[in-house]
Every structure is written in C-alpha cells, then in structure tokens.
C-alpha cells in the first residue's frame, strides 16, 4: 500500500471530513479501487461510527464516487429532505432490500431502517417510520441460515453506543425486544468475526461484555435494562456494574 493510500484510509477510517476533502481536491480519484476495492465500500466497512460519516460519504459522491444500491444515499447521508423526496418519488423504498457488509451485525437483505439503525441515523430513521417502514422487519439469512433479525438488534449494543437513541425510536414504535433468532454471524468476513446463536435484543446486547466487542459495561446494562422494562419485565435493582471482581476498588 501506497503513503497516499494509508493516508486516504486513514481519513476514511478515522471520519476526517477535511482531510478527505483536501486528498480529493489534490487530485485523488474518489473512484479509485484500494486493494481492490471502491473508497465508498472502504468507508462503509469500517467499525467507527459517528456524525461525520454522512460528510466524508458525500464528499466520495460529490466527486464522482458511485454508491451501489444508490437509492440508500438519502439513508446513509442521514439527509432528511432528500429521503421525504425519495419516499414521494417512491413510497416502496422502505420495503426495498440490499446486502451490505457490516463491520458488527450483519446487513444481508436488510431493509433501510436495518442501515439507517447500524450507522445511528436517527433522522433518515424518523422518516422511515413516519412512511411506513416496518419496525421489527427481518433481515434475510446468510449462507450459513443465520441472521434473521429486525432493526432493533443493530442498537442495543453498538459501537459508542452510538445507536442507542435508534433504540429508543424503535420502542417508541412498538419494536418487539423479545423476538428470537436462531443466530447470526457478528463481524462477519473480519477478524473479529463471532458466532452467536440463540438471540433476543436482550440476549445479544449482553454479547457487547465480550473482549472482541469493545463495548461499555455500563451503557450495556442501560440497555439492557431499558429493553426489560420495554418487555415488561422487572429489572434487577443492581447489578454489581461495573464489577466489583473485574474493577477492584483500591484501598486508600
């Protein structure tokens, strides 16, 4: 790999808008393939999430990027009035289906809501439900029949806890938390790929406790316990979080 193509994936990686924009401004093709691959499959891949990413997405397109599956751009760029446009030129777009690959849970089949939950876009989120999009649509399965999930599982336990305000939309519209899937492929195709099998909403946000996951005890239990009250279900009234044998306190 090329000093410029480490630089350019570090700005991918990273969400560094204005670096992204002066390597393209300087003459980068945002169509150029990076060890084989397009820079918008590079940007949609990695695991960091965060409000910037709808920036460095339309800096790729404004400068010639080509999103495949082009009818989720108003998603991905979490762009309001662009996607209430889409819904009128196209009111089935939130039954539409597309396969993406997802750093943590998959998008096989996924329906708009499924990626607008995976990268926390709360607005194109919004839109979608007030249009009809089904709240707890399922995912279709991957080669192996996992998957399977509705779009409450890409928020329960997500990077930063980025999507836990989606968690709270979905709910709000009636998201089941007690819906069961035989089990899915976390990370699939990466090397923090993990198979998890038996899950609820509830089940899986407690899978965030693994190493690999890098996700916070304390935001895991918050949703876990916003899940269980959601179900109708008693919470523990503690949980030992952070715990105590992981965290000992010192003395003095």
């Keep these: 790999m090329s000093s410029s193509e480490a630089e350019l994936l570090c700005a991918l990686e990273t969400h560094d808008a204005e670096a992204l924009h002066e390597l393209l401004a300087s003459g980068v093709d945002a169509r150029a393939l990076v060890q084989g691959r397009s820079l918008v499959q590079w940007l949609l891949e990695m695991y960091f999430r965060s409000d910037r990413f709808p920036l460095c997405l339309r800096a790729l397109l404004t400068h010639g990027a080509v999103l495949e599956s082009g009818w989720l751009e108003p998603v991905l760029l979490d762009d309001e009035e662009a996607l209430r446009g889409a ?23 996924a329906t708009a809501l499924h990626v607008a939950c995976e990268h ?8 979608l439900l007030e249009h009809g999009a089904l709240v707890d649509a399922r995912a279709g399965l991957d080669g192996r029949e996992q998957g399977g999930h509705t779009p409450l599982f890409h928020t329960v336990s997500s990077n930063a806890n980025r999507s836990a305000p989606l ?7 009636g998201a089941d938390p007690s ?8 990370g699939r195709g990466f090397e923090w790929e993990t198979a998890l ?33 959601a179900g ?8 030992n979080v952070p715990n105590r044998y992981l965290h000992p306190q010192r003395p003095g």
């Design 87 to 109: 819904l009128r030129r196209d009111s089935e777009l939130v039954r539409r289906r597309a396969s993406l690959r997802s750093a943590f849970t998959p998008l096989d089949e």
């Design 120 to 127: 926390g876009n709360l607005r194109a989120a919004r839109v």
């Design 167 to 173: 968690m709270e939309l979905l709910l709000a519209h």
């Design 179 to 186: 819906v069961r899937v035989a089990g899915l492929i976390w």
């Design 197 to 229: 099998f038996d899950l609820t909403p509830i089940s899986y946000a407690l899978f965030g406790l693994l190493p690999q996951m890098h996700r916070d005890e304390v935001q895991i239990y918050a949703n876990v316990r916003r899940l269980l009250v």
């Design 232 to 239: 109708g279900r008693d919470a523990p009234a503690s949980w």
